[in-house]
């Protein structure tokens, strides 16, 4: 009981700092950017979790649920709401289809997840990437391959910080839930999963389907931050900044996908003063971290 | 026209087939897809144009000590990057191997420069025609050296006694130590090889497509990967089967199809490749041990 | 699990803080923003670029600076990398909106100027690119100018070279369907020389980053063209060139704007000998101001000028007079300056903005290639 209401008090304080960063323009628009990359990274890299983390996966398709996201909600926020209710009525909506787009996606993606394990399942979500890059390059009405512009910037540090806070929360229920024991089981030993009487397709499918979710939202927030996309930016690259910041942090924990999109954001912009060589001491970093903590920061903890 | 595109077809195949084979022998023997790769390949494409820029190497000097230079890269890295993590959860090896591949791509850039370079000509190209296809010299060596290591490492791992052990390690990685291999030592010969004839790849493409850049390694690594994977990773025929194949689909759906499906195409079909046989052609059924 | 939690904001907090301290600025210069292609597949077109601006802009504060009714105010430069991606110009050009710039310059390539110039116009940046022709960048736009030509001009230009001067009539072209630039102008280019009675035999495209067109190329040559139209990237170029010869094409290649780095001598070699393409500016026509402007560059960065560098300096030309016209910091009105601006007189010869539009009307050159080095062949004007 104390714990929720210290849980519901923090969230409060951040939404009111979120806010007050927001209509006072408390912040400088710089900083302001580099927090709701990170809040977005939070979404990407929790959401990431559940399948890779907690379900043993190795997903490599998150690029392709946030670009699904991402286009989707620029569609509805530019061509639905036209001549729509408020952005702050609409934005929302347009987030929500984001999501829901890139969970059917999802579940497209869980069927061949039901046989194919570890490398298999990296291939069969590598080429999920490809071709969904390969499909928005060649829809004419998102723009192309020279992309979609004219995306306004309704994201902000609130509607980041809440979302951010919805996906970590929503998370942490499922996974403390009876249901979440059974995506821990899957990773566990699937054939003894099965056999215990989990319903590991159900539980694969309900943990792409919400995963691919917050991806899409996280997709559909980074949209309508840079206010323009094209097909290249979600690319497996993407994807593998994803898996490292997961990994950096530790997978299959809570706090871990938190702490690992911080670190590993705000390490980037911090070494931006070394110019090209800090693609070269991040790494170093990464690989020192992995012989010498190879469950990340925060692996080897378990947290609720 | 068809057997144009045919011989485009296998020059580009060849190459993956190159490649992949790295792949398919690191992973066969420590079930790690060697994420890096693809930026060995780029580097062994700088280090021949090193030799024939700088220290004006002709061909046949450079084939050997390329090989040499990156098969020796290979097993540096084996040692800093993964050796350490050999008994971590596979995905840290994992996240190292991409993690050494930016690097690698970085040391390029900041050191060399992102601009493109040009790869010297240092194969005089004649072309042959006839009838209704053109090919040269360098296409017809391009297809014929690979072929040729192909199956000097299909011999290698079928009949030497380091081959046998790779194997033996492969089918079993717990038991083999008690079989009296070392397998450190075995580990290192394979990323060695494997890293050489990605250097060799390098070389093939620096002459075939004679502009490179630090960035190149990056997509070629994955469609290699993917060629490896289709012919069932861990099958040394496989991979080479694979990457003639990715190479077919490839300039075959850019002849026929606007540039942009190709993506679609490669991956779709190994999709449904997948599909039917998810280990690959030449892959070995998984078995689960309850 | 609260406590970890708080640590780890607590940690983000205080980075987040140190961040903001070193990124206030305070000094009282103006504070242009350029936002070049650095690294990515075209670094030289980013590094003749950013050392045109370091020249121009060291040029006026040599003098102090601008001088502006009271005072002279030196000016600032901030050099952001675009890396050459779409997605990373734009979010630049967001950058140099938060950051209190009067002006952006750049970016160069089309694929990434037309995304940041969206940004731009959304909050009201004066964006000047110096080198993207394509037409989308300054259309239905208020804020946005360039320096150089449309390609809806350089695509006629070239039409017009290939029928009448070279007497050509069976055209082929092979393009970058995914990048804006290669595909506006070889659109521009085909309906053009259609309509002034040509053929255009084969159209072929292919993706960014692709190495391998001999399956496009065999189409090209099995259709007879007798010229290829590469309106391509100089790293590509060489590229096609070699492949095309060994499908067995032996036509004419003629190039666009985008050959115009001298880089492409270096990769190509001479494979280029003979071939023409169209750009905005040849050093051996020079007047007296662009003469100056190439020995100061050669001076000063032990490398000739090329094309890129030309119009970087003349976007910043552009840029102070408009300033000192305006006499004023107040973005609004250097902009209206800008856009009425006639006779101006730049290193890339005379330009002047007419009825609101953001592209300059100025003349173009066409170049061929002779024995390793670019030579001027003939000027066409505009209409």
Redesign the interface.
């Known amino acids: 009981m104390k714990?929720k209401l210290?849980?519901f008090l923090?969230f409060s304080a951040g939404l009111t700092c979120a806010l007050c960063c927001d209509f006072l323009r408390l912040?400088?628009?710089?900083?302001a950017?580099?927090?709701m990359y990170?809040g977005i990274n939070i979404i990407m890299t929790a959401s990431l979790n559940l399948v890779?983390g907690y379900m043993g996966e190795?997903s490599v398709g998150h690029a392709a649920f946030m670009a699904v996201g991402a286009y989707t909600a620029s569609f509805f926020s530019i061509s639905v709401f036209t001549h729509g209710p408020a952005p702050v009525v609409f934005f929302p909506l347009s987030l929500f289809a984001g999501g829901g787009a890139a969970a059917l996606v999802g579940l497209l993606i869980a069927i061949?997840a039901f046989?194919?394990r570890?490398?298999?399942l990296?291939?069969?979500t590598?080429?999920l990437i490809?071709?969904t890059?390969?499909?928005f390059?060649?829809i004419p009405w998102f723009g192309?391959?020279?992309?979609y512009?004219?995306i306004?910037k309704y994201t902000s540090l609130s509607w980041v910080f809440v979302c951010a806070a919805a996906t970590v929360v929503v998370v942490r229920n499922l996974v403390n839930s009876n249901f979440g024991r059974g995506i821990i089981a899957v990773r566990d030993d699937e054939?003894?999963a099965n056999l215990v009487s989990v319903d590991t397709k159900r539980v694969k499918v309900l943990a792409f389907v919400i995963s691919a979710f917050f991806a899409g939202i996280g997709g559909g927030l980074f949209a309508h931050l840079?206010?323009?996309?094209?097909p290249?930016?979600f690319s497996?690259?993407k994807s593998?900044d994803f898996?490292?910041m997961l990994?950096?942090g530790g997978?299959g924990t809570?706090?871990g996908p938190?702490?690992g999109a911080?670190i590993w954001t705000?390490l980037l912009?911090?070494l931006r003063f070394l110019g090209?060589?800090r693609?070269?001491v991040?790494?170093?970093a990464?690989?020192m971290l992995?012989?010498y903590r190879?469950?990340g920061i925060?692996g080897g903890k378990v947290?609720? | 026209m068809v057997i144009q595109q045919a011989l485009n077809s296998l020059q580009l195949g060849s190459i993956y087939a190159l490649i992949a084979l790295g792949y398919t022998m690191v992973y066969g023997v420590l079930r790690l897809i060697n994420f890096a790769h693809g930026d060995v390949f780029m580097v062994g494409s700088y280090a021949a144009l090193f030799l024939a820029v700088s220290l004006h190497c002709p061909l046949l000097v450079i084939l050997p000590l390329t090989f040499i230079a990156i098969g020796l890269l290979g097993v540096v890295i084996e040692r800093l990057a993964y050796r350490p993590l050999r008994n971590a959860p596979r995905v840290s090896a994992v996240i190292t191997a991409l993690a050494v591949g930016l690097f690698l791509e970085t040391i390029m850039l900041a050191t060399i420069g992102p601009e493109p370079k040009k790869f010297p000509a240092l194969v005089t190209t004649t072309l042959y025609t006839f009838g209704s296809f053109t090919t040269t010299n360098l296409q017809i060596m391009i297809i014929m050296v690979s072929i040729i290591l192909m199956i000097a490492v299909d011999l290698f791992v079928a009949k030497t006694r380091t081959g046998m052990a790779m194997r033996a390690l492969s089918w079993d990685k717990t038991y083999a130590p008690l079989l009296g291999i070392n397998v450190d030592r075995i580990v290192s010969v394979t990323f060695g090889m494997g890293a050489g004839l990605a250097s060799i790849a390098g070389i093939f493409v620096g002459l075939a497509y004679p502009v490179i850049d630090p960035y190149m390694g990056i997509m070629v690594g994955w469609k290699a990967f993917v060629s490896a994977v289709i012919g069932g990773i861990g099958s040394i025929k496989g991979a080479v089967i694979g990457g003639f194949l990715l190479g077919a689909v490839e300039i075959l759906s850019a002849a026929f199809l606007p540039s942009t499906y190709r993506d679609m195409i490669v991956f779709g079909l190994l999709l449904f490749i997948l599909l039917f046989k998810p280990q690959g052609f030449f892959g070995l059924p998984v078995q689960k041990k309850v | 699990m609260v406590k970890n939690f708080l640590s780890a904001v607590s940690l983000l907090g205080t980075v987040a803080g140190i961040i903001v301290f070193f990124s206030c600025d305070k000094s009282d210069s103006i504070k242009i923003g350029l936002n070049a292609e650095l690294t990515g597949s075209v670094p030289v077109v980013g590094k003749s670029c950013v050392n045109a601006a370091a020249m121009a802009v060291a040029e006026v504060n040599a003098r102090g600076g601008i001088a502006l009714a009271d005072k002279t105010v030196p000016i600032k430069l901030l050099v952001e990398d675009n890396e050459d991606k779409a997605e990373s110009a734009a979010a630049v050009a967001q950058k140099f909106v938060s950051g209190g710039v009067l002006a952006m310059i750049g970016p160069n390539a089309s694929r990434n100027a037309v995304p940041s110039a969206v940004v731009a116009e959304s909050n009201r940046l004066l964006m000047i690119s110096p080198w993207a022709t394509n037409p989308k960048l300054t259309m239905d736009k208020k804020y946005i100018f360039r320096a150089c030509f449309t390609d809806d001009f350089q695509g006629n230009v070239v039409a017009a070279f290939i029928y009448k001067k070279l007497g050509l009539r069976r055209a082929a072209v092979l393009f970058d369907v995914t990048s804006e630039y290669n595909k506006g102008i070889a659109t521009v280019f085909k309906e053009s020389f259609v309509k002034t009675g040509g053929t255009v035999a084969a159209f072929e495209s292919y993706s960014t980053g692709d190495k391998d067109f001999t399956a496009q190329l065999s189409k090209i040559t099995a259709a007879g063209a007798d010229v290829l139209f590469l309106p391509n990237y100089y790293n590509e170029v060489p590229l096609q060139i070699q492949q095309a010869r060994q499908t067995g094409f032996t036509g004419s290649i003629v190039g666009s704007d985008s050959w115009g780095s001298e880089e492409i001598l270096k990769l190509g070699k001479d494979m280029l000998n003979g071939l023409y393409f169209t750009t905005h500016y040849s050093a051996d026509m020079a007047t007296d101001k662009a003469r100056k402007f190439i020995a100061d560059y050669q001076a000063r960065y032990g490398s000739r000028p090329d094309d890129v560098a030309a119009l970087t300096y003349d976007s910043f030309g552009l840029l102070f007079e408009s300033i000192q016209k305006a006499q004023s910091r107040d973005p609004e009105k250097v902009r209206a300056q800008l856009s009425s601006l006639s006779k101006f007189l730049g290193v890339t010869g005379a330009m002047e903005f007419r009825s609101g539009s953001g592209s300059p009307v100025k003349s173009a050159v066409v170049i061929q290639i002779k024995n390793n080095a670019f030579t001027y062949f003939d000027s066409i004007n505009p209409l």
Do not use: C, H
């Open positions: 714990r210290a849980l923090l912040l400088d628009p710089y900083v950017q580099i927090l990170i890779n190795f061949p046989k194919a570890d490398d298999y990296a291939i069969i590598l080429a490809m071709i890059k390969s499909v390059e060649n192309g391959p020279a992309g512009s004219g306004q054939v003894v840079i206010q323009f996309i094209n290249r930016t497996i690259i593998t898996l490292l990994y950096l997978s809570l706090v938190i702490l911080g705000i912009e911090l090209i060589w693609f070269a991040a790494p170093v990464l690989i992995m012989i190879p469950r925060m947290l609720n």
